[in-house]
């Protein structure tokens, strides 16, 4: 039973890394931009950007 | 990074919300209407009721929870008495509480002055930040609580333990003697209390106004983040982060690329098809099982 | 009120029923023969949203209604396929493939619209070809009766011509048979040899294609473009229809036709005045209490 739960755990983690993979695949296909799509989309929080307004 | 904790704060409510109807088999998406209504309601009492700060944001938290709960008693009622699809009666009661709830903002909530939004709160209804420099605000401590709490409920009491059952084998359930009736009623009753307080809490927490003027899309994300967590609340902390992680990523890129954010939500859809599916990797799976068994 | 009822009561008003029932209709037919086989299609509202999508873009590029309406039907024929492989061969749940179909549909046709137009809301900016309306040259003459039934959009025609299609093809057609047994029971069937998962399959791809022409009825007949989430729930009501019909053609084309007037009644309250946030509701409101009324009497059934 423990055998099949770590399976599962891993075949969501699999769904995601694949989720991911097609985000990749759609950005680079849709975007004029793509790297800079990709670098926005994956890491753009770490970067201080200031787009929101904090009223 | 703040930015992802405050935007999975709703994240979690809806997950949390979700996985409480996962958890018996029901299949109820009205957490989606009753966020909104939830805060159409409850501005009502953030905008006039002169109540001091503190009691102000705990009543209406509390009605918040309310208004959830009677409605998805509603839809509770519809399945438990009536055997009718909660999946259909609660899509079909998102739209009627999106129109009341429009309905009431127009008629009653408007500020003529604003551009958009109804009349703004009362400034002791509002939560603030807890944490300098960010958003975050005290509803995530709250989230916590109620994470805390769905836990113990669903996994340390015997309610809990029913509502697991009925999930896992209706009729099995029913023969042991659980009354599915209840146990139905329970839970969309305590999804109802979580979604509602949800929809309070983003409220005023991240909002000053009642602004929404469609639904804000909570319900589905949450029932993706209750399916990634397996129903778990304390999986669905970490998956609420993924997801808000998601889309702020996709919010960021929207903004300032050409990357329209409908593709977090076509990539949630792919996910959901993905780990529902039982037979996926169906062939590793007994390989990795039998693996399992040899080396014993 | 009695500027309602004048709207209520007359030929134009019921001409409109039937404008309406259509995608309904052709949704609800796409239920049936699903749930005929056992397999309920909970992706119909995506499918008619993806179709309504397809037609307008398809329509406006070959500059065709008629291609248009025919790439309509393919997408709901593809939509269904893959939600066929989904839940045929990785035993996904139906109803969560479902879900994951729908909000496919709605996160997908705006941002293919965004792509296509750069605007998230309509493609108004997109020439698309709408579907006609005919006259049917004797009936028209007819008074009263002529109005309410000529006149109509070829796919509403379409719409009530399905109903006999699946009917006799649930009934009289050796696919039909099929159909009923393997929703019956799956073990017999296969017993007797019959390939369930097929059976399955091209029951789901016939309510794709259903669902799609109601779709494209949306987009390319009803209004000439498309617009976010144009499909409001209408894919969800002809599964209600389904539902209280019994999975039979004729019931549900009936319950489709009220729910169809309950659009059309909450059409006319919104002309006359009445607050349209909460005169949209009915539909939706009728729809809860139909399942009420059917569940209920149900319920009462399986007791005795």
Redesign the interface.
């Known amino acids: 039973m423990n055998r099949e739960k770590t399976f599962n755990i891993m075949r969501t983690f699999v769904s995601m890394i694949i989720a991911v993979i097609v985000a990749f695949i759609i950005i680079m296909i849709v975007s004029d931009d793509p790297i800079k799509s990709i670098r926005l989309f994956f890491i753009g929080h770490l970067l201080n950007l200031d787009i929101w307004e904090i009223s | 990074m703040g930015n992802i904790i405050e935007a999975a704060i709703p994240l979690i409510f809806s997950g949390l919300a979700m996985s409480v109807v996962f958890q018996a088999s029901l299949f109820n998406m009205g957490a989606e209407g009753i966020f909104f209504f939830s805060a159409a309601v409850i501005s009502f009492i953030a905008i006039w009721a002169p109540l001091p700060h503190g009691i102000h944001q705990t009543t209406i938290i509390v009605a918040g929870a309310l208004v959830g709960a009677i409605i998805m008693s509603i839809i509770g009622i519809l399945k438990a008495k009536f055997g009718a699809s909660e999946l259909v009666s609660s899509l079909m009661m998102n739209n009627v509480l999106l129109g009341v709830g429009s309905y009431l903002m127009t008629k009653y909530l408007r500020d003529p002055m604003a551009s958009q939004g109804s009349y703004p709160y009362a400034k002791t209804a509002l939560f603030s930040s807890i944490v300098p420099g960010t958003r975050i605000h005290l509803g995530l401590i709250i989230a916590l609580i109620v994470t805390g709490l769905v836990y113990v409920f669903i996994y340390r009491t015997k309610w809990g333990y029913e509502i697991r059952m009925v999930g896992q084998n209706k009729s099995f359930a029913e023969y042991s003697g659980i009354n599915v009736v209840k146990v139905i009623m329970i839970s969309h009753i305590v999804s109802g209390l979580i979604s509602g307080m949800g929809g309070a809490v983003e409220s005023i927490a991240m909002h000053k106004r009642f602004e929404w003027s469609m639904l804000p899309g909570f319900g589905f994300d949450g029932a993706l983040i209750a399916m990634l967590a397996n129903n778990n609340p304390l999986g669905v902390i970490f998956s609420s982060l993924f997801v808000a992680y998601l889309r702020t990523g996709a919010d960021i890129v929207a903004r300032l690329s050409d990357v329209p954010t409908e593709l977090v939500t076509i990539l949630q859809s792919l996910v959901i098809l993905l780990i529902s599916a039982e037979r996926f990797l169906h062939s590793y799976k007994q390989r990795w099982i039998e693996r399992g068994i040899g080396n014993e | 009120m009695s500027k309602f009822l004048d709207i209520i009561l007359s030929t134009q008003f019921f001409y409109s029923i039937f404008r309406v029932t259509t995608p309904i209709l052709f949704a609800s037919m796409g239920a049936v023969v699903a749930n005929t086989a056992g397999v309920p299609n909970?992706g119909i509202e995506g499918i008619m949203l993806i179709a309504a999508f397809t037609g307008v873009f398809v329509s406006a590029a070959t500059q065709s209604a008629a291609i248009g309406l025919l790439g309509a039907a393919l997408s709901g024929i593809l939509l269904a396929g893959l939600l066929a492989f989904?839940t045929l061969?990785?035993?996904?749940?139906p109803?969560?493939?479902g879900?994951?179909?729908n909000?496919?549909a709605?996160?997908?046709t705006?941002?293919l619209l965004?792509?296509f137009t750069g605007d998230?809301g309509s493609a108004t900016s997109v020439a698309s070809k709408v579907v006609s309306e005919i006259n049917i040259l004797i009936i028209r003459d007819i008074p009263v009766i002529g109005e309410i039934i000529s006149g109509h959009n070829i796919l509403t025609y379409l719409s009530l011509l399905s109903v006999v299609f699946v009917y006799v093809l649930i009934k009289k057609t050796p696919l039909g048979h099929h159909l009923r047994a393997v929703g019956e029971s799956k073990n017999a069937a296969e017993s007797v040899g019959i390939n369930v998962n097929r059976v399955k399959l091209i029951a789901l791809l016939i309510s794709g294609l259903l669902a799609g022409l109601g779709g494209a009825f949306m987009s390319m007949g009803y209004v000439s473009t498309f617009s976010r989430d144009m499909v409001?729930?209408r894919g969800?009501?002809a599964?209600?229809a389904e539902?209280m019909g019994k999975t039979n053609p004729i019931a549900t084309a009936v319950t489709s036709l009220l729910f169809g007037a309950s659009d059309a009644i909450s059409n006319a309250a919104a002309a006359v005045g009445w607050?349209s946030?909460?005169v949209?509701?009915i539909p939706?409101?009728a729809?809860?209490i139909g399942?009420?009324i059917?569940?209920?009497r149900?319920?009462k059934k399986a007791r005795l």
Request: avoid cysteine; glycine fraction near 8%; charged fraction near 10%.
């Open positions: 909970i989904f061969y990785y035993r996904t749940n109803i969560l493939g879900i994951a179909i909000s496919l709605s996160g997908g705006i941002f965004y792509l998230k409001s729930g969800w009501i599964i209600a539902a607050a946030d909460l949209r509701t939706y409101i729809t809860i399942l009420l059917f569940s209920a149900e319920l």
